[in-house]
Each structure stands twice: as C-alpha cells, then as structure tokens.
C-alpha cells in the first residue's frame, strides 16, 4: 500500500511517530469552545450534552458515505480511506468532519485487528481506541446485563409478569469472541441461585442497547427506547418489556456519559467523531445519530462510513439510520482494491501478489453489483481504488475500464502511503459533485408499512439478487408473533455473512440463482427494527485458532506492541 520498495512501516510505529495536538486545538478548529470538551487525557475528548443538543438549530452540511465491496481477507480498507477522504477534503480547504465507529475489543483481540484506520491515514491515540477508549462499551455491556439480571431477579421473586420461561429472548453480552458462551445455563444450584433457564451470550456490538444509542437522537428518546426493549413473552403471546421490570431508568443512568459524542484526531490532526459501534453483519453497522448529526452541523462535509459490504452496513444506514434520523447522504464512495476483486475472481490469497488482470475482471462483477444497488437510492456513486504496492498498471486499467463502462467516476487513491495528500483527486471530485449537486435525491429502498416478510424479499431481491427467502419454523413462528403484536411497521435489519451477497460465506463475486435463508427473527423493538438471522451467522463469534491475542504485550518502556 505503498509506492516504496522499501518494508513499510507499521500502522503503530507510524501512529506513535504521530505529532498530536492538544484535543482543545483540534475542536477549536470546528469553533467548539472549551468549556464544550469534557477531556479524557490531552487527546481524546467528549462533547457537552448541552452543547450538542444547541447546534440543532444550525443548517446541515452534506453527507458522504463510505462503503466497500464485499470483504475479502485481502483488505478493502474503508475506514482508512473514510480518513483519508477526510484529511484529504480538509486539505484542499474544506471543513470537513469525519465520522466513525468504536472498534471492538473482539476483533482487537481476534483476527480482524484494529478499527483505527492504517498507513497515513489512521485515527489517534491508536492504542487507546482500539482498547478501552472512554469506557463506552463497557457502560452499554453494563446497562445490557443490568436488565439481564433484574430479569432473573423477577423470575426468583415469584414472576408477576407472568413471563414464559421458555421465551425469554434478552441474552447477556460481552465484549469479546468467546465462542464457549453462546449457549448456556443460568439458575444452577438450588432455589437460591435462581429459575434454571436457558440463555446465552451475544457480543456488546450486538446488543439492543449499543443500537438504540447509536440511533437515538437524543437522551430523551434513550430513555424511552431502553423502557421500549421486549425481553420476552408471556403465555398468551403478548410481549413483556424492560419498562414492565422497572429497568430502563437505571440503565439510562449508566449510559449517560456513554451517550455523548468522542472527540480525537488524525494524524494529520484533522478532527473526527468515534462514537457507537455495531457490526454491519449482525447489527445495523454505523456510528450514533448523535456524532452523524453532530458532525453536519459542525462541518461543511461529513465523511462517514458503513460496516462491510454496500449489501450489509450501506443498506442498513440508508434503510435504517437515515430514515429514523432524518438524514439525507448526498454521495456515496465505494472502496475497492485491486487484491479483493482478484479474489472474488477466484485467486487464492497466497497467490495475490502475482499480477492477473484477468482475475481482476472476473472479480469486477462484485464491484459493480454494489454501484447499480446504491444507486437505487438516489446516490451519485464514485469508486475510490485504495492502492497496493504489487498493483499493476494492467490490473489498475481493467478496474477503471469496468467503471467507464457503468458510467461511474473512479480515482486512484494512495492515502495509505501519502495521507491527505494521496487522496486529493477523489476529494476534489467529491467537493465539486457536492457543490454542483442540488438537494439529495436520497430514498430507502422499501416502504415502512410493508409487511415484514416483504421487506426481508426486498432486500434479498433487490440487493443481494436472491430467488426467493426460505424461512425456518422458528422464524415464521416468531413473525406470526409480531404481527399479532401488532409491530410489523419496522425497518428490517439482516444479519448475515459479511463474505457474500448470500447467506452462504463460499459464493464470492456476483452470484444469482441463490435462496436467503432466514434461520431466526430477533425483535429489537427498542432499537425500532426486526432482525433476520440468515444461514449460519453467530451473534457471538469466535476467536481463530491462533488469535491476534497471542501477539499482544507491553514492552519494557510501558508501550502497548502488536496491536495493528
């Protein structure tokens, strides 16, 4: 990813050679005052709860979203070029804020790594992000398994609400992979230790909780939507929520801090918003409400991104966030790189440094899948190449060839190896689109008031080019359920592998002529959408058999090494 011949340096090495600013310089830079920062050390901070809720009355900037081709293990790199994109509009003199997700202690710790960006494009301080940052997931894991335990606290104390042991649906959470949990037992040990149930874990990304604070827009709607979260269901099939346990007032208190936006820096010391953190593939895969529209009032541009694929963390920002938060994108980027799309035309990882165009080519249908689905939203789409060292001039050609032939716009992007400075060309394209372009032409792909079931088929049919949706008994039990409810008007949110267009991890590129397999519905009532659980996807995954865990330490100067 760089046009050296030389071994690059690390993401850490390069973040640590890093000249950081005091976080107070950085705000000032979007006219936020002082007594607007609650610092946390000299290089992160978060913003006033006062002070965010004021800028409401100011216009909106334009929105840009970053999004990717389906993931391979050969690397996308959308957060790196969401900052890059960022540095590079604020190098060309536009006031750009940047807005993204927490990484999560699974993938830190697993086999994805980080979530700060790399090269010359990252966000900073790397370690401290990566790792505990201001302590926001463990407030949301902590206001989860509140619930959690006052749920088993009413079971012990007689059940009043006449809650059916056998369809208590809130799981607890961690966060971190840890396969071992996903099934379990609670309430071992005699009459004292509680009602024996089954239960399980989920990864914090996951929860209801990190998801209703990612989309509420203030704290306010907090509050209610925790009071709005179905923990289960009695005997006569109606729902029992957290307002009935008399929790939601505690766990607001836990979340309070939590709530309010991050502040830090890039290396290039341009400001940027982390804050909230799903994954795309099994929860909805955007950064809070709260930072998005924190951003468009304080900036001309907001560079964002969306979890995954355009088929998974796009969709979901354009068919869920954007609708509830009134938000209206204006452009969308879409990243690939000339390694991924080599894969999707069946080239073996170990075999990517070896030049083919051809496989490039046959890769390419996965690229333009995902441009001809984002435009059924109203977006001017452009692709934006992240560069590698072994790409060749061939391979670069075949991608911009395939991109003339869709009429869509694609530029060469080397943040990676140049920062700002690399990615200029992209960012003067996205500047001028935005200053020519009227008022966004954005709309979701479906109707609210569809019926669930039909809102599940188009998406299957629109976006990811399925025959049809197969559904298990469990799940169509649980529709029956929600419509009898009577909460059939949500947006649906579709967990499912992140390596496909399928529910099936092995078809790469473009497929057709594949059925979505629904396993299971999730009502998350509280976050406002129904979740479809398809193929085999866990909600807690796994670590790999040598996790990134093992490469982890502090060395003899009290610095963190192996984090990446």
């Not at 836990?254 to 341009?270: I, S, W």
């Not at 019926?451 to 188009?458: F, S």
């Amino acid at each position: 990813m760089t046009d050296s011949t030389a071994t690059p340096p690390s993401d850490l090495h390069i973040a640590r050679a890093a000249t950081l600013r005091p976080i107070g310089e950085v705000a000032a830079r979007l006219d936020i005052p002082a007594e607007a920062l609650l610092p946390h050390g000299h290089h992160i901070a978060k913003l006033d709860a006062g002070f965010v809720d004021a800028l409401e009355d100011r216009p909106d900037g334009r929105l840009v979203l970053v999004t990717a081709i389906t993931p391979t293990p050969a690397g996308e790199g959308k957060t790196t070029t969401t900052i890059g994109l960022g540095d590079g509009l604020n190098r060309i003199g536009r006031k750009a804020v940047i807005c993204l997700r927490e990484p999560s202690l699974g993938p830190c710790f697993g086999m994805k790594g980080g979530a700060t960006g790399g090269g010359h494009a990252q966000v900073v301080p790397m370690e401290r992000i990566n790792l505990h940052f201001t302590g926001d997931f463990h407030a949301i894991t902590a206001a989860h398994n509140l619930l959690a335990a006052m749920l088993d606290n009413h079971l012990h104390w007689g059940n009043a609400l006449g809650i059916d042991t056998r369809r208590v649906t809130w799981k607890r959470v961690m966060d971190m992979n840890d396969r071992a949990l996903r099934r379990t037992v609670v309430g071992l040990g005699g009459a004292s230790d509680g009602v024996p149930r089954e239960d399980g874990f989920d990864i914090t990304v996951a929860s209801e909780v990190m998801a209703i604070l990612c989309l509420a827009r203030d704290f306010a709607e907090l509050s209610e939507r925790l009071g709005e979260i179905v923990v289960g269901w009695r005997r006569d099939r109606s729902p029992v929520r957290a307002r009935e346990l008399d929790a939601h007032g505690a766990m607001t208190a836990l979340l309070q801090d939590a709530f309010l936006p991050n502040m830090v820096q890039t290396l290039e010391n341009n400001p940027v918003l982390v804050h909230g953190g799903p994954f795309a593939n099994i929860a909805h895969g955007c950064n809070t409400v709260r930072a998005t529209r924190a951003g468009l009032k304080l900036g001309d541009i907001v560079v964002t991104e969306a979890g995954f694929g355009a088929d998974l963390g796009a969709e979901k920002f354009l068919d869920i966030k954007c609708p509830r938060a009134g938000l209206k994108p204006d452009l969308a980027v879409v990243v690939a790189t000339v390694r991924a799309l080599k894969m999707h035309g069946g080239v073996a990882k170990a075999e990517l440094g070896r030049p083919d165009p051809e496989a490039v080519r046959r890769g390419l249908p996965n690229l333009t899948r995902h441009v001809e689905n984002l435009r059924k939203f109203g977006l001017p789409v452009v692709v934006a190449i992240n560069h590698f060292i072994a790409d060749t001039p061939d391979e670069v050609a075949a991608v911009r060839e395939a991109c003339t032939a869709a009429g869509t716009d694609v530029f060469l992007c080397r943040h990676w190896a140049e920062g700002g400075a690399g990615i200029e060309d992209l960012a003067r394209h996205v500047a001028a689109t935005l200053d020519a372009a009227g008022p966004s032409g954005f709309r979701p792909l479906y109707d609210l008031a569809l019926p669930v079931e039909d809102k599940i088929a188009t998406v299957a049919r629109e976006i990811y080019r399925a025959d049809g949706v197969d559904y298990s008994p469990a799940a169509r039990q649980m529709l029956k359920r929600i419509g009898e409810a009577g909460i059939g008007d949500l947006p649906v949110c579709i967990a499912k592998t992140q390596y496909s267009f399928s529910s099936d991890a092995s078809l790469l590129g473009a497929p057709t002529g594949h059925r979505l397999t629904v396993r299971e519905i999730r009502l998350s009532a509280g976050a406002g959408f129904v979740v479809a659980v398809c193929g085999d996807l866990m909600t807690m995954p796994g670590l790999p058999r040598r996790p990134a865990a093992e490469r982890i330490y502090v060395n003899a100067d009290g610095e963190i090494e192996g984090l990446y």
